[in-house]
């Protein structure tokens, strides 16, 4: 059974950071690209950041760049968003996602920025 248990989000204040973690298992974790996106209210899914399935390749939104960083751990089948610099704009919930023969998402996390 496939799953993936995003953790790590929470109120933070402006200027803050958190670290997202997204625990994957019931697939080989390895050959699957990984994503984090995030939905605020109102606003259409965003993709915040791509790792393929080595690490070798990253790119990072260009709303996030700088202060966002996307990195894995293939021996722990893990994910992580580390957010630096964090902004109101920033609050919204966050969801991984697994790319490759399927594609499979997280419950989510919610991230709040606010003083």
């Known amino acids: 059974q496939v799953q993936l248990v995003e953790s790590g989000g929470g109120l933070v204040q402006p200027g803050g950071s958190l670290r997202l973690s997204c625990a994957a298992s019931?697939?080989?974790?390895?050959?699957?690209?990984m994503r984090w996106y995030r939905q605020a209210p109102g606003k259409e899914r965003e993709l915040v950041a791509h790792?393929?399935?080595?690490?070798?390749?990253?790119n990072v939104a260009d709303s996030v760049k700088g202060r966002f960083t996307i990195s894995r751990d293939n021996a722990k089948n893990t994910v992580y968003l580390q957010m630096n610099s964090l902004k109101p704009d920033d609050t919204a919930v966050y969801y991984c996602n697994a790319l490759g023969f399927g594609s499979y998402w997280g419950q989510g996390t919610q991230v709040t920025v606010s003083s």
């Open positions: 790792i393929t399935g080595s690490g070798s390749s990253i």
């Open positions: 019931g697939f080989t974790f390895s050959s699957y690209a």
